[in-house]
């Protein structure tokens, strides 16, 4: 099937992704056209932007967490309802896990999508010297797992020069063209007003930027005037055909759960036993993919979304229960303050509702949590332990975890793809789970895990292993059964 798509990659991190990636979606908003965008790699903030103009989530696509039939699938069933395709790359377009491999880079993802990518080169302080540094990045083409396009192609069909003088950049385009075989789509010169911050874990929010929608209108406008956008969506169009087909193992997984969640029910009893649970979603608690909570849909859930920040207790008649990844420790006070939020937690817990807690809500769980000033505050106190801000990014990067006891997910050897970006620590990391680095082979004992929930500091990928959340599902599932047997719903 065709789909029109491109991908915003660059040298390196820095160059100016994610802001050129918003303009181009924002100026696609503002024609009227409906753009679905993506992330490779497994950034959470970058995704958060493109959401935040576009208006649809905006989804990860990584070829370290799934396979690349897996990683199509994805891909296609958020393309085909779009008009164009806008994937931003990660770090340098051929960086990827290990240091030295092209594994899961925007490269990689690139190749096993087949899709033309155009290079987003910082000219800033550079002329001429910018032409060996693309025709490197033309001819440079890593052995990777996967080859969908050309032999030992690159992929990139164009480049953008970012923050250029305008008196520059018609000669600099006439000379790339002239001696490369790539099309120049335009600059970009520095908007002064449309610089995003950055924090410890990356990028600021969105929503924490005052006048976010002004500026990339502003950025937007710019664009229309110094990228021929026309061109880009023309080399979109002319995209080759893709096969994104379901894999047949997430097709089972599906049929399966759907079956688990009719058996022995009427078809009204079905309806009232759904699987309500309880996200955990403000301005502490923001950090999902996206695919994830759509894989919990799809087999049977309905997602209640709560703010601990904001909330005083849990939504009601909830069977299970997600404390993602976000900022805690920028609103600890407000957190420990929320006494009632804290205790209602405290209470499900302890009376076996189903949990799953991810980075910042694995922090959440814990008896007291340090936060930035290094004051120390009173958590929801089911994982006894303390909580510390450490110096630098702690066991940082991609994971595959194995599990070296039975519990929530699965028998002893069980396993799922995950990945770790923290700066604070536990007294209490856990044992439930091996975690061990791709390339390195460095390793650690991980998580907190039982009958009933799972929390640690990975990022889980539900789609490296769909049965971890068929069997989140299924505990839930028998929670909700003793609640219709207790509530005398079902006999």
């Not at 033309?138 to 080859?147: A, S």
């Amino acid at each position: 099937m065709r789909y029109p798509r491109f991908m915003i990659a660059a040298p390196a991190s820095g160059s100016g992704k994610t802001l050129i990636t918003c303009g181009i979606l924002q100026a696609l908003v503002n024609r009227k056209w409906k753009p679905a965008s993506f992330k490779c790699g497994p950034d959470y903030i970058d995704p958060l932007f493109h959401t935040k103009v576009i208006g649809t989530p905006s989804r990860n696509l990584d070829t370290f967490f799934t396979p690349a039939q897996t990683v199509r699938y994805l891909f296609g069933r958020q393309a085909a309802q779009a008009d164009v395709s806008v994937i931003e790359g990660v770090m340098g377009f051929y960086d990827g896990v290990g240091g030295v491999t092209a594994r899961a880079s925007s490269w990689e993802l690139a190749d096993v999508t087949d899709t033309p990518v155009i290079l987003v080169v910082n000219a800033k302080g550079m002329s001429l010297s910018a032409l060996p540094l693309i025709q490197g990045f033309l001819e440079f083409c890593p052995q990777g797992e996967w080859t969908a396009g050309t032999e030992h192609s690159s992929h990139i069909r164009g480049v953008i020069l970012n923050q250029i003088s305008p008196a520059v950049y018609p000669g600099l385009k006439e000379s790339i063209e002239a001696a490369l075989s790539v099309r120049v789509f335009g600059y970009v010169p520095r908007v002064e007003d449309c610089v995003i911050e950055s924090r410890h874990l990356g990028l600021v929010t969105p929503d924490e930027i005052a006048g976010l929608r002004d500026k990339l209108n502003k950025l937007a406008e710019v664009l229309e005037k110094t990228l021929d956008l026309d061109a880009i969506l023309q080399m979109a169009g002319e995209a080759p055909d893709l096969d994104c087909t379901m894999p047949d193992d997430i097709y089972c997984k599906r049929s399966e759960a759907v079956a688990e969640n009719h058996y022995g029910l009427s078809e009204t009893s079905a309806q009232q036993a759904k699987l309500r649970i309880a996200v955990a979603r403000d301005e502490a608690f923001c950090f999902y993919y996206e695919d994830n909570l759509e894989l919990l849909r799809t087999f049977g859930a309905e997602l209640i979304f709560f703010s601990p920040l904001h909330d005083k207790e849990l939504p009601s008649n909830i069977q299970g229960l997600l404390l993602g990844g976000g900022y805690p420790e920028l609103y600890a006070g407000q957190l420990s303050a929320n006494a009632s939020m804290l205790a209602s937690i405290r209470r499900a817990v302890r009376a076996g509702l189903p949990y799953l807690a991810e980075c910042g809500g694995f922090l959440y769980l814990h008896d007291t949590m340090e936060d930035m000033q290094g004051k120390i505050w009173p958590m929801v106190g089911i994982i006894h332990g303390h909580v510390r801000r450490t110096d630098r990014l702690t066991r940082f990067g991609y994971v595959a975890l194995t599990a070296n006891r039975p519990q929530i997910f699965g028998e002893t050897g069980c396993s799922i793809r995950a990945h770790e970006f923290h700066y604070f620590d536990s007294s209490e990391n856990g044992d439930a789970f091996h975690a061990r680095k791709p390339g390195s082979g460095r390793s650690w004992d991980c998580m907190v895990a039982g009958d009933c929930f799972a929390a640690g500091f990975p990022h889980l990928y539900y789609y490296s292993n769909p049965e971890f959340a068929v069997r989140f599902l299924r505990q839930c599932r028998l929670t909700a059964s003793q609640t219709l047997v207790s509530s005398g719903e079902k006999q």
